[in-house]
């Protein structure tokens, strides 16, 4: 029988292929099997049909000792499920050990959001006479005017912006397009870097659309780094996160009566449950609001 680690592999290589998961997700299943696999090793699992509903609840004991959150903890059982769902399937195992093994009870946390002032402050932040500040206003522009994710914007290449049209072409989780109409402040901020700033970065061709002072596609780390020392400078209380201009795209939007469903093709939610976290952003803003101005609130 093949090894542990062999298996492993077989089924990323599934998943990949059949389900066209994002990279930032396989990752995170490759982590959570390795783990899975190696503690199984640890304690003389020969194979995994060696593997009962025993052993795998004394594993998630140890992720609970090591103070992993119960959502951490969810993606883990989900992972080894998933993992074992599919050996039973390709006949790799005779028996799942995960039947019965319930998903922990998870609290749903409201994303943070910036206010709209706080949004502006943040898009004025970037220094206009420098064309690194001017690919910035662009880029802030196109993540708060579309929502669309930072790696999205990152992997952006110049014939998805269409100006004369006023829309982008994005490829989000499983390359699945969707096309997002942009405001004219977007489009203004994209026009002036493609016809000013984006020149002066430029090296050698490229088809990409944001580029570093070495004329190289910007990375994700870059983009956030660069999100994080605008948002120090327009003097943010909220501590930034990576999603919070596309949660605040969301929320802003439904706030002022766009349909959860127009909202939900434009983020590229396959499931509309995920979308409607926003609505309950929004009540939650509107309650702050009335106890804050409210006489008698």
Same mark, same amino acid.
């Given at each position: 029988? !093949?090894?542990?680690?062999?298996?492993? $592999?077989?089924?990323?290589?599934?998943?990949r292929?059949?389900?066209?998961l994002a990279?930032n #997700?396989?990752?995170?299943?490759e982590?959570?099997?390795?783990?899975?696999v190696?503690?199984?090793q640890? %304690?003389?699992?020969?194979?995994? %049909?060696?593997?009962?509903r *025993?052993?795998i609840? /004394?594993?998630l004991?140890?992720l609970?000792? #090591?103070?992993?959150?119960p959502?951490t903890m969810?993606r883990h059982?989900?992972?080894?499920?998933s993992?074992?769902q599919?050996?039973l399937?390709e006949?790799?195992?005779?028996?799942?050990p995960?039947v019965?093994i319930?998903?922990p009870k998870t609290?749903?946390?409201?994303?943070? &959001?910036?206010?709209?002032?706080?949004?502006e402050a943040?898009?004025?932040a970037?220094?206009? %006479?420098?064309?690194?500040?001017?690919?910035?206003?662009?880029?802030l522009?196109?993540?708060?005017g579309?929502g669309? +994710?930072?790696?999205?914007?990152?992997?952006?290449?110049?014939d998805q912006i269409?100006l004369?049209?006023g829309f982008?072409r994005i490829f989000?989780?499983?390359?699945k397009?969707?096309?997002v109409p942009?405001?004219?402040?977007?489009?203004?901020?994209?026009?002036?870097y493609?016809n000013? /700033?984006?020149?002066?970065?430029l090296k050698?061709?490229?088809? /990409?659309?944001?580029?570093?002072?070495r004329?190289?596609r910007?990375? +994700?780390?870059?983009?956030?780094?660069?999100? $994080?020392?605008? /948002?120090?400078?327009?003097?943010?209380q909220?501590a930034m996160?990576?999603?919070?201009?596309?949660?605040?795209?969301?929320?802003?939007?439904?706030? %002022?009566g *766009?349909?959860?469903r127009?909202?939900?093709?434009?983020?590229g939610h396959?499931d509309i *449950?995920t979308?409607?976290?926003y609505?309950?952003?929004s !009540?939650? +803003?509107?309650?702050e &609001?009335?106890k804050q101005f409210?006489? +008698?609130?």
């Amino acid at each position: 029988m !093949k090894v542990f680690i062999d298996l492993v $592999k077989d089924y990323l290589h599934f998943i990949r292929v059949e389900r066209q998961l994002a990279a930032n #997700t396989l990752a995170s299943y490759e982590r959570d099997l390795t783990a899975y696999v190696q503690f199984m090793q640890k %304690n003389q699992k020969e194979t995994l %049909n060696d593997i009962t509903r *025993a052993d795998i609840q /004394a594993y998630l004991l140890y992720l609970r000792q #090591t103070n992993k959150s119960p959502r951490t903890m969810a993606r883990h059982i989900s992972s080894i499920r998933s993992f074992h769902q599919f050996l039973l399937r390709e006949r790799l195992t005779t028996q799942d050990p995960t039947v019965h093994i319930d998903l922990p009870k998870t609290t749903q946390r409201l994303p943070d &959001v910036l206010s709209v002032e706080e949004v502006e402050a943040l898009i004025n932040a970037p220094h206009h %006479n420098k064309p690194q500040g001017v690919r910035d206003t662009a880029m802030l522009e196109l993540l708060y005017g579309t929502g669309m +994710r930072i790696t999205e914007c990152m992997d952006l290449n110049i014939d998805q912006i269409h100006l004369t049209m006023g829309f982008v072409r994005i490829f989000g989780k499983g390359h699945k397009e969707r096309i997002v109409p942009l405001g004219q402040s977007a489009l203004t901020a994209c026009e002036r870097y493609l016809n000013e /700033a984006r020149p002066q970065l430029l090296k050698e061709p490229t088809e /990409a659309l944001f580029i570093n002072q070495r004329g190289k596609r910007l990375t +994700r780390q870059g983009c956030w780094k660069l999100i $994080k020392q605008h /948002a120090q400078q327009a003097k943010l209380q909220k501590a930034m996160t990576p999603h919070m201009l596309r949660h605040s795209f969301a929320t802003h939007l439904i706030e %002022n009566g *766009a349909d959860i469903r127009a909202v939900q093709e434009m983020l590229g939610h396959a499931d509309i *449950a995920t979308t409607q976290i926003y609505t309950h952003v929004s !009540k939650t +803003r509107l309650s702050e &609001v009335y106890k804050q101005f409210h006489p +008698r609130a």
